[in-house]
């Protein structure tokens, strides 16, 4: 009994990484070996769906409800010009996302009812669908997973908060971080769930669903390497009028590395505020920016946010407009502030973005699934992003941009 409870203990908490990667080839070969036994598993790939559809919607709204009532009075003071910086590199991120995505459209393997996929007729149906979603009832919002109104009713409770006593905007704080010990706790289920999704998805439509992975892939890092390599450096010159590349080779070298492998900015933190030391930088702006930086810069999120679900509307078969797309851009880089600190936590808002285009909510958290498939290598190069941009900004803005010798 004993050995069977360490073994479980070790499972639980090994590299998610790794099992992951181990639930997805054992997923190709159960479905390469036998097709039967690849669809008995698929249960696994539903429960597993199912379990994040559940959990998504009251994780969005406890936890934007509980970081604006818990935002500190004359806080943001400190930090403006940082903060600009972080809103235009999530938002030019989303944009970026949204140009790839058109060169290069790619779709999705899922499985929906027809009913589900009635695209809407354009720019003025989204914004009339977009005003009704944001005055639902909050429960029922909560309950059909109406994610544009849990935000809204989120957003609105937290403000309502915010000059609520101390003690009650503690509580929140304790519900917002008891519902992410809880999405820790599905998640741990992923590589689980994801055996059974590769085993049915590879026997339902073969290996050709691996290219489609491949694809979108290539799409999500080639947009997080333009905002690495050529965007946040372009912000930065645009700032300080100084090569910027000397601090943005240095911040991936020394931020992105070790992001990419623990996945957490959150966990990332002490090594950024040991990077803004080592640049000089002021201690009183930086000690304020890099934790604010690792709750709400959140490009890599944007880029992921935007780009499953226009995989989404691509393969739903909706027409995207210029005016729709700059409004996925504007949600996806709102939804990217409020990701969840948890590994693969910008997915849980992809449904937010996909209701957008009338894309039900099943639909959604199937491509939310299809995100952990890939996540091996998207949630790393993510986070690697996220984090090394806010030691970049934070430079930006103290006009530091000479690296130490």
Avoid at 80 to 100: D, Q
Avoid at 232 to 254: A, D, S
Wanted: with cysteine; charged share 10%.
């Amino acid at each position: 009994m004993t050995t069977q409870t360490s073994l479980v203990k070790k499972l639980m908490s090994g590299s998610l990484v790794l099992q992951i990667l181990v639930g997805i080839i054992a997923g190709i070969a159960l479905a390469a070996v036998s097709t039967q036994a690849a669809l008995s598993v698929a249960f696994l790939g539903s429960l597993f769906v199912s379990a994040l559809k559940a959990v998504a919607p009251v994780l969005v709204f406890v936890l934007v409800a509980s970081s604006i009532a818990n935002q500190k009075k004359g806080e943001h003071t400190n930090v403006r010009p940082i903060l600009l910086l972080y809103v235009i590199g999530t938002f030019s991120s989303a944009l970026v996302a949204v140009t790839l995505s058109f060169l290069f459209p790619t779709t999705l393997a899922l499985t929906a009812p027809e009913a589900a996929m009635a695209p809407p007729g354009g720019i003025v149906e989204v914004l009339n669908t977009l005003l009704f979603k944001v005055v639902d009832n909050p429960i029922n919002a909560i309950l059909t997973g109406n994610f544009i109104g849990i935000l809204a009713w989120a957003v609105a409770l937290g403000l309502a908060l915010h000059k609520a006593a101390d003690s009650t905007k503690q509580m929140f704080h304790d519900v917002s971080e008891s519902v992410t010990l809880i999405v820790k706790m599905v998640i741990r289920f992923a590589p689980l769930g994801i055996f059974g999704l590769v085993a049915n998805t590879i026997a339902e439509t073969g290996f050709d669903a691996l290219a489609d992975y491949g694809r979108l892939l290539a799409v999500l890092l080639s947009a997080m390497l333009i905002i690495a390599l050529a965007v946040n450096p372009l912000i930065v010159f645009v700032k300080t009028g100084k090569n910027p590349y000397p601090l943005v080779f240095m911040c991936l070298r020394e931020s992105g590395v070790t992001a990419f492998f623990t996945r957490s900015s959150a966990a990332n933190v002490p090594v950024n505020l040991g990077l803004c030391d080592r640049l000089k930088l002021h201690e009183d702006t930086y000690s304020v920016s890099i934790p604010l930086g690792a709750t709400i810069n959140m490009a890599g999120a944007a880029i992921t946010i935007t780009v499953l679900t226009l995989a989404a509307v691509n393969t739903v078969g909706v027409e995207v407009d210029i005016w729709t797309a700059l409004l996925l851009s504007i949600v996806a880089a709102v939804s990217a502030c409020g990701a969840s600190g948890v590994a693969g936590g910008s997915l849980l808002l992809i449904p937010l973005a996909c209701s957008l285009f009338g894309i039900s909510n099943d639909v959604a958290m199937q491509v939310v699934a299809v995100g952990f498939i890939i996540g091996v290598v998207q949630d790393s190069a993510e986070t690697a992003l996220n984090s090394s941009t806010d030691v970049v900004f934070t430079a930006a803005a103290c006009n530091q941009t000479e690296v130490p010798k």
